[in-house]
């Protein structure tokens, strides 16, 4: 009886395995547009104690998420009605967060923090907390708004904000869609925010530790029916979470069925955090298309900040 229920086991597992869309060579084949879009917060919010929650419990919380941003819709029109001097935030035709927390296995997450297991980011360590003091220095802990360069990369439009382009690639306010193109020796992800694009070098080395680059450089191979992505040479404007150069991350996606991929990614920099530390959550298939993000088409914000600047070392208003 027992030997049975194992055979039919293993074969229900090579039907479901035969199942997945695979390409030439054999591996999963992981193209197509996905979304990372969801309500899951980095890190675990008071209300959540575990790391999972029934499915209850996650329509509750939500719906309160849903009122969260219909009420900064109305108040951002309200204000701009008004002819406030504030502009309010974003308004809800610019939010796409989705509207549930992920689910993996069947089960609700709570926290995009895998691990460690009480869903929150390692504490920095000491010379990590220096480096953050040191660059948030000045008007209010903004930061020197001396030149364009002082600026963040995403306010400057080099890369998206948030980490939405990774790695690890990681859901924001809205745009958190992403094309996989695969071939044998090369993956490429296209990120619909500020159309950053990666570039996985399949089975290669890693360049020489003085090439820095943006999104780092990725380097591919196959675990079984898992991609594997090792990203290090960050440049050390990246601060990934106040990271550093030596962030270094692995990123691992699964295909689960023809709908989802299971991503994760562990991110390692002792120089910034107290233990290395997981996040995971899954990318859906959506029909797209990924659409142009003109970050600088428009954008008032560089000269105005740095405007705005200028005038209050004079003192004027």
């Not at 196959?222 to 440049?235: E, P």
């Not at 050390?236 to 150069?245: A, D, L, Q």
């Not at 692995?250 to 997981?278: G, H, L, Q």
Request: glycine share 8%.
């Amino acid at each position: 009886m027992r030997k049975c229920i194992l055979l039919a086991l293993a074969l229900s597992a090579m039907g479901a395995d035969q199942k997945l869309p695979r390409t030439p060579d054999g591996h999963p084949d992981l193209q197509g547009i996905w979304t990372n879009v969801t309500l899951t917060p980095m890190e675990r919010v008071a209300d959540f104690k575990a790391l999972e929650v029934s499915e209850a419990e996650a329509a509750a919380y939500e719906k309160k998420e849903k009122a969260r941003t219909i009420d900064g819709d109305v108040n951002s029109t309200l204000l701009q009605q008004a002819g406030s001097a504030g502009t309010g935030a974003y308004n809800d035709l610019f939010i796409d967060r989705g509207q549930q927390y992920i689910r993996l296995n069947g089960k609700v997450r709570t926290s995009l923090v895998a691990d460690p297991p009480d869903g929150k980011i390692p504490p920095m360590t000491a010379a990590a907390r220096d480096r953050q003091a040191t660059l948030a220095a000045g008007r209010g802990g903004m930061g020197r708004f001396d030149s364009v360069k002082d600026r963040p990369t995403s306010e400057r439009c080099l890369i998206g904000f948030g980490s939405t382009s990774g790695p690890p690639m990681l859901p924001v306010l809205y745009n958190n869609n992403y094309q996989i193109v695969q071939t044998a020796d090369t993956v490429m992800i296209l990120v619909e925010m500020v159309h950053d694009v990666r570039i996985i070098r399949m089975n290669a080395q890693h360049a020489p530790p003085d090439v820095r680059q943006w999104l780092g450089d990725s380097v591919g191979h196959w675990d079984g029916d898992t991609l594997v992505v090792d990203t290090t040479n960050f440049s050390p404007m990246v601060r990934f979470r106040g990271s550093s150069e030596n962030l270094h991350v692995i990123e691992r996606f699964t295909r689960a069925d023809a709908n989802t991929i299971v991503y994760k990614a562990t991110i390692d920099d002792p120089t910034t955090f107290s233990k290395t530390w997981s996040v995971e959550y899954p990318f859906i298939a959506t029909d797209g298309p990924i659409y142009e993000y003109a970050c600088h088409e428009g954008n008032y914000a560089m000269p105005d900040i740095l405007g705005g600047a200028r005038k209050a070392e004079t003192g004027k208003k």
